[in-house]
C-alpha cells in the first residue's frame, strides 16, 4: 500500500513555472516507478512524465517535452516536477501515481496507486 499527497500547483501566468511535489508513503520499503499524470476537463487522464526508481530512465510526452523536468528524491520519498514556459493548455488536474514494475510505462492502467491531485491553471 502506497499513499501518496500532492503539492505545488497554483494559478500562473503563460510562460511562468512551478514546482509539484509528491510525497509517497509506504509500509515496506520497495522500489517503484513514479509518474505524473494530468487530466482536463472533459479530457482523458494523459501520462506527462515518469522516472525509474533509480532516477537514470525518463520519459515525457511530446507535448511537455523540453519544458518539464522530472526528478526524485528516494531519501525524502518525492518526486518533482519543474514545469516552466507554462501555456494554458498546460491547465489540469495534475496526479502523481506509482508504477510497482521496472519500466517507466505511458499507460494510466497500468499504475497502481494514485494522489488526489493538485490544480495547474496557467492563464493567458
Known amino acids: 500500500q502506497v499513499q501518496l499527497v500532492e503539492s505545488g500547483g497554483g494559478l500562473v501566468q503563460a510562460g511562468g513555472s512551478l514546482r509539484l511535489s509528491c510525497v509517497a508513503s509506504?509500509?515496506?520499503?520497495?522500489?517503484?516507478?513514479m509518474g505524473w499524470f494530468r487530466q482536463a476537463p472533459g479530457k482523458e487522464r494523459e501520462f506527462v512524465a515518469g522516472i525509474s526508481w533509480s532516477g537514470g530512465s525518463t520519459n515525457y510526452s511530446d507535448s511537455v517535452k523540453g519544458r518539464f523536468t522530472i526528478s526524485r528524491d528516494n531519501a525524502k520519498k518525492t518526486v518533482y516536477l519543474q514545469m516552466n514556459s507554462l501555456k494554458p493548455e498546460d491547465s489540469a488536474l495534475y496526479y502523481c501515481a506509482v508504477d510497482m514494475g521496472v519500466a517507466v510505462r505511458t499507460r494510466a492502467g497500468l499504475y497502481d496507486y494514485w494522489g488526489q491531485g493538485t490544480q495547474v491553471t496557467v492563464s493567458s
Open positions: 509506504e509500509r515496506t520499503r520497495t522500489t517503484y516507478t
